[in-house]
């Protein structure tokens, strides 16, 4: 079993609707979550970041942290196609586990005109 | 600030050969990190280095090494390559250590596209 889950997809949506990507995992050290998105072709670009449990929001992205059930959420409103591309769920330990970033295995969104 | 960049963006080698793939991380950043992308396995972490010195090491076999210079560029070396190293490698620098902030952010590069034929 993977330390990082992720349904790949593809997910296809209309433009405008809200997208949620999840990501499951097994270990309880994790403390640090980020999500990438990854345009074709392109290196992962860091959209959110955050620690430990919570909400974050950033425009018309909110990342959800729930470590009690070790799950993760990226919420996308008001999509647009420019959002099509695929986003990477990412987490480590910290401190101790110096640069290791484990990844989730992407899921593909495409947001349909 | 520019960001991290890779070189070359491309490469083609054959079986048995070796390859030398460089990074340069965004200014002021002293934590690099590698990974490997494959379709199948997805990014899987290699190694990471800060301050010249390497600081954590993946699940990969001896012929991937890397090192950093005091300018804080990497190299990494395949040596030996197989078909199965076919991958986008890419590079990743941090700000660990930089005003108080986290090392835990990274931010990655283009990638380097290797074909082993």
């Known amino acids: 079993q993977k330390e990082v889950e992720q349904d790949p997809g593809p997910l296809s949506v209309p433009e405008g609707a809200i997208v949620s990507l999840n990501c499951t995992y097994s270990?309880?050290?994790?403390?640090?979550f980020m999500w990438y998105r990854q345009y074709s072709r392109k290196g992962p670009e860091l959209l959110m970041y955050t620690y430990s449990s919570g909400n974050k929001e950033d425009g018309r992205f909110t990342a959800q942290v729930d470590k009690s059930s070790k799950y993760i959420s990226l919420f996308i409103r008001d999509s647009q196609p420019s959002d099509s591309a695929t986003y990477l769920c990412?987490?480590?330990?910290?401190?101790?586990?110096?640069?290791?970033?484990?990844f989730g295995q992407g899921t593909t969104l495409q947001v349909k005109p | 600030k520019a960001g991290v960049t890779q070189t070359p963006r491309y490469l083609i080698k054959t079986r048995g050969q070796q390859v030398t793939l460089s990074c340069s991380p965004i200014s002021g950043h002293r934590s690099v990190s590698w990974y490997q992308q494959t379709p199948g396995q997805g990014l899987q972490f290699l190694f990471e280095y800060f301050s010249e010195t390497q600081r954590n090491k993946g699940n990969f076999p001896g012929r991937f090494s890397g090192r950093q210079f005091s300018n804080s560029r990497s190299e990494m070396n395949v040596s030996t390559l197989e078909l199965g190293d076919s991958a986008l490698y890419l590079c990743?620098?941090?700000?660990?250590?930089?005003?108080?902030?986290?090392?835990?952010?990274?931010?990655f590069g283009p990638g380097t596209r290797l074909l082993v034929l």
């Open positions: 990743a620098s941090s700000p660990e250590g930089t005003s108080g902030r986290r090392g835990e952010t990274q931010y």
């Open positions: 270990n309880s050290a994790f403390q640090y």
């Open positions: 990412a987490m480590t330990h910290g401190s101790g586990n110096t640069g290791k970033l484990i």
